[in-house]
């Protein structure tokens, strides 16, 4: 039986966020990730090389605490997507990197018909 190596593994906040911002496009109903502070009361959307913007994490004892902003689709149940991408964000970060979390908060930025890609 191979034992445990010592050590400690440490994933900087920034690889958390990327990881969450991916998880949150592969979402059902998510248009983009947005900014979280609304210049002239719009939302800005992201560009997929700045995804960690629209994604905050925090440590805490009890594990990370992520808040996602996010784009909604025109259309969509917002209640219903906004549990459906917090629910695959906690599996994606305790699967990919194992980390606990506590929680995770769904802010909806805006809500935007999906323009063809």
Same mark, same amino acid.
């Given at each position: 039986?191979?034992?445990?190596?010592?050590?400690?593994? &440490?994933?900087?906040?920034? *690889?958390? +966020?990327?990881?969450?911002?991916?998880?949150?496009?592969?979402?059902?109903?998510? *248009?983009?990730? +947005?900014?979280?502070? !609304?210049?002239?009361?719009?939302? /800005?959307?992201?560009?997929? /090389?700045?995804?960690?913007?629209? @994604?905050?994490?925090?440590?805490?004892?009890?594990?990370?605490?992520?808040?996602?902003?996010?784009?909604?689709? &025109?259309?969509?149940?917002?209640?219903?997507?906004? $549990?459906?991408?917090? $629910?695959?964000?906690? &599996?994606?970060?305790?699967?990919?990197?194992?980390?606990?979390?506590?929680?995770?908060?769904? $802010? @909806?930025?805006?809500?935007?018909? !999906?323009?063809?890609?």
């Amino acid at each position: 039986m191979a034992a445990t190596p010592a050590g400690a593994i &440490h994933i900087a906040n920034d *690889v958390l +966020a990327d990881i969450a911002g991916f998880a949150a496009l592969e979402s059902y109903g998510i *248009v983009g990730m +947005a900014s979280p502070s !609304r210049a002239d009361g719009v939302a /800005q959307l992201l560009p997929r /090389q700045k995804l960690r913007k629209g @994604v905050k994490i925090l440590g805490t004892d009890e594990g990370v605490e992520v808040d996602l902003y996010v784009v909604i689709e &025109h259309g969509t149940n917002i209640a219903e997507v906004s $549990h459906n991408l917090a $629910h695959l964000v906690l &599996h994606t970060l305790k699967e990919m990197a194992d980390v606990g979390v506590a929680r995770v908060d769904v $802010h @909806v930025m805006d809500v935007k018909v !999906r323009s063809a890609r």
